[in-house]
């Protein structure tokens, strides 16, 4: 099986490549979608960071006031150190054990969704790796769309490597300028290119 790195900036179009590829028969873990899992009520890494930040960083129903958290480690490096310390080894275990099991389904790829793939130094896991980029002017027009500032927009960009740093490391970049289903042509080139056929 063909193990599948899946990268880019915030706001460049992860999601979308991810519903393209599971459309086209394959599984795919999300990195993003791990996150909230491992944090939620009664999860070891929700306990870890109320002992980490404190209890104020919970909501009154327990769950982690996520809004909250991010404003803190978004503009607090060492903060933001110390959560990525909680949480990335965690998501790792998770992905890792979804493409053991996507192996042992039979299927032809599997892939996963990893924002911080390169800053992680997760590349080594994968036999290919894929960037999806835009603009910067796009990504910042889709972060504001999402409801965020100028400010929120930025930090978060620059809480990440700078996309044209990925885009070079990639063997392959899916670029969401044009519409979506030039997105969909590019990833079977993409699925060709190594041999792979859509179920």
Request: proline content about 5%.
């Amino acid at each position: 099986m063909i193990r599948l790195g899946l990268t880019g900036g915030i706001g460049m179009g992860k999601s979308a490549s991810t519903d393209c590829l599971r459309n086209l028969g394959f599984p795919v873990s999300d990195s993003d979608v791990i996150a909230r899992e491992i944090v939620a009520p009664g999860q070891p890494a929700l306990d870890e960071i109320r002992g980490a930040f404190g209890g104020g960083f919970l909501a009154s129903d327990g769950s982690l006031d996520r809004s909250r958290l991010a404003a803190l480690v978004f503009k607090d490096s060492s903060a933001r150190q110390q959560l990525e310390a909680i949480l990335h080894p965690r998501i790792r275990a998770v992905w890792q054990r979804a493409l053991v099991e996507a192996a042992r389904s039979g299927s032809f790829m599997g892939a996963a969704v990893i924002p911080l793939l390169y800053e992680t130094h997760a590349e080594a896991e994968f036999d290919a790796v894929v960037c999806v980029a835009c603009s910067a002017s796009s990504q910042l027009a889709r972060l504001q769309h999402r409801g965020w500032s100028d400010d929120e927009a930025r930090c978060r960009i620059a809480a990440q490597w700078p996309v044209e740093e990925k885009m070079k490391r990639a063997r392959f970049v899916i670029w969401t300028e044009p519409p979506a289903r030039e997105t969909v042509l590019q990833w079977r080139h993409v699925l060709a290119t190594l041999g792979i056929t859509p179920s």
